[in-house]
């Protein structure tokens, strides 16, 4: 093969392992975002009590913090592609399990199974892209797991709503699921091991072979650069995590997977109709068409962040964002502290904040964060660092979703979202204390500058 072909080559082959192994995202969002409509056709047919319904809505999310908890040592050991097809294995038991339910019970437990599937692949996914991605489109292809997140939110409002009117839907809305299950478990088979995890693991000619496939250009000095900074670094324990070096990782990545919860994305993605409803908007249809409005700005400002996070780089995405958030959630508080004034058109501050809310996030936060703990974890413990912060996802994940009708009952409608915007302006600030600045930076030498020793902020120069 010439040169030219070569390459083009390569950039084929990148392309269809981002978009296989981003089908892990399509069934992170998937399942974050069915559940809306199949429960409430499932709590008429096994007469669900409220606490019932609790469980299972929030099952998933149990699943997902044990999934989390306890794959980050199985992925360092066994291998990024290898517990990915497990995963697979397990998120589509889950859908079988839970569309086939004969009780509520069965049902929970189903989806408890559904959500360790999705724990794991929710970092698996993107560290997988992340080490097997050539550095100048790094972000890019990791956050292609974003995207496929927020189009598996759309597809299954769009399933839910298909099945709707199918007798016993919400069954088909749950074996939806197997699709994209089937396609993750056997897309992998074919797809390599990342050349980082074979060099650790002593496999070096496929280690390798798999480097000159996808980055021919820069292959050798790739290896070479693996190799060096797999000499510096021990095996990989829990305990290493907490080492003097590897604190500031823990920080950025625990922190800004806390930042990306704790500014209520999810209080938008499970209780947006709700909210449109408090606003005004009389039909519980006219709630739902504005909620789909809402996962399509996910999606549109997603592929906007694919284009930039390259070239702008992450901070100033993070800056941007993060600003819009905070803006349009003080906008929101403010019509909803406002609401007699503003009477009929309260509703139109609520779809215009909300939609400057999403394109924020989806610009930012979304993406990045993911992206963020793909990057600054060295090596050895990268599979233990990111399901570290992947469970500190989970859990702000379960425990915002699990307050947030409470907070309104004790700090009303306006102080909820007043709220969340304090926490994002805390974010501003971390992003500028901590968050470095990682485009185009080589893994390795983020690492280096770990072990030697740099702060949070300037591991990526
Ligand atoms: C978050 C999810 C959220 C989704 C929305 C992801 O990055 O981790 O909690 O539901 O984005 O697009």
Redesign the pocket.
Known sequence: MDERNKIHHATLIIIIIAAVAATGGLLFGFD?GVISGALLFIKKDFALSNLYQELVVSAVLVGCIIGAASSGKIVDRFGRRNVIIVTAIIFGLGSLWTGFAADAVHLVLGRIVVGLGIGVASFAVPLYLSEISPQEIRGALVSLN?LM??IG?VVSYLIDHYFATWDGGWRYMFLAGLFPALVLGIGMLFLPRTPRWLASKQYESEAQRVLGRIDPHHAEEEYRRIKRSLKVEKSGSFSDLFAPAVRPALLIGVGIMVV??ATG??TV?YYAPTIFEMAGFESARAAISATVGVGVV?VLMTIVAIRLVDMWGRKPLLYLGLSGMVLSLAVLGGAFALTDILGASLKWYALGSLFVYIASF?VSL?PI??LMISEVYPLQIRGIGMSVATLA?WLF?FIIALTFLSIIDVLGRPGAFWLYATIGIFGIWFTWKYIPETKGVPLEQIEKNLYAGKPARELGR
């Open positions: 974050t974003q997140i927020t939110i990306q919860q994305i999810n993605i996910n989806a979304g964060a993911w996802n994940n």
